[in-house]
């Protein structure tokens, strides 16, 4: 049986506020990456190898909770598109629905009580399956068949973010909530 803790419920203002935060951080943190690979001459790949859209998404869930965690994921790269052109718009419905289940996996664990490391390893691969997933399912509908090696490559490209993510969403939960779960 789960241990559930009991936290102070959080107000539909703090998750509205949380979710709009959440898509700005969204949105502006894979710039920042874009514009350092720019000037470092590695253009997107610092973007795929930290995964910075995916680090607010995440904490997102684990702050807010379910709804504002999974609106948040699925209405960032949809918006960053719209304002940026990016992510690519083959990779968009795919990014859309992988952050949407990062968000809501995360949201459905924020009181479950487990450190907040296992939640971020969970949420990632919930989200990360349900990419292959979705990717599987849009490449066959296409006839294609590299969509094994999309979903091995971006796992190998975003290792650097993986780790980012264990070592920041944890201690920013820590520091937010101000406990371990």
């Given at each position: 049986?789960?241990?559930?803790?009991?936290?102070?419920?959080?107000?539909?203002?703090?998750?509205?506020?949380?979710?709009?935060?959440?898509?700005?951080?969204?949105?502006a943190?894979?710039?920042?990456?874009?514009?350092?690979?720019?000037?470092?001459?590695?253009?997107?790949?610092?973007?795929?190898?930290?995964?910075?859209?995916?680090?607010?998404?995440?904490?997102?869930?684990?702050?807010?909770?379910?709804?504002?965690?999974?609106?948040?994921g699925?209405?960032?790269?949809?918006?960053?598109?719209?304002?940026?052109?990016?992510?690519?718009?083959?990779?968009?419905?795919?990014?859309?629905?992988?952050?949407?289940?990062?968000?809501?996996?995360?949201?459905?664990?924020?009181?479950?009580?487990?450190?907040?490391?296992?939640?971020?390893?969970?949420?990632?691969?919930?989200?990360?399956?349900?990419?292959?997933?979705?990717?599987?399912?849009?490449?066959?509908?296409?006839?294609?068949t590299?969509?094994?090696?999309?979903?091995?490559?971006?796992?190998?490209?975003?290792?650097?973010?993986?780790?980012?993510?264990?070592?920041?969403?944890?201690?920013?939960?820590?520091?937010?909530?101000?406990?371990?779960?």
């Amino acid at each position: 049986m789960e241990k559930i803790l009991t936290t102070k419920k959080i107000s539909v203002k703090t998750q509205v506020i949380g979710g709009f935060i959440t898509i700005i951080a969204a949105i502006a943190l894979p710039q920042l990456f874009h514009l350092m690979g720019q000037a470092s001459g590695l253009g997107t790949a610092l973007g795929e190898a930290f995964l910075p859209m995916h680090l607010p998404i995440i904490l997102a869930g684990l702050l807010c909770g379910p709804c504002t965690g999974a609106a948040a994921g699925a209405v960032s790269p949809l918006l960053s598109f719209l304002l940026t052109g990016m992510p690519k718009i083959e990779m968009l419905p795919f990014m859309c629905i992988e952050l949407c289940v990062y968000g809501l996996a995360a949201g459905l664990l924020r009181n479950v009580k487990m450190p907040a490391l296992v939640k971020v390893i969970i949420a990632q691969i919930a989200g990360r399956a349900v990419r292959a997933g979705a990717i599987l399912i849009g490449t066959s509908f296409f006839g294609s068949t590299i969509a094994v090696s999309i979903i091995w490559t971006s796992i190998a490209a975003g290792v650097f973010g993986i780790a980012l993510q264990w070592a920041l969403i944890p201690l920013i939960v820590y520091r937010v909530r101000g406990n371990s779960h």
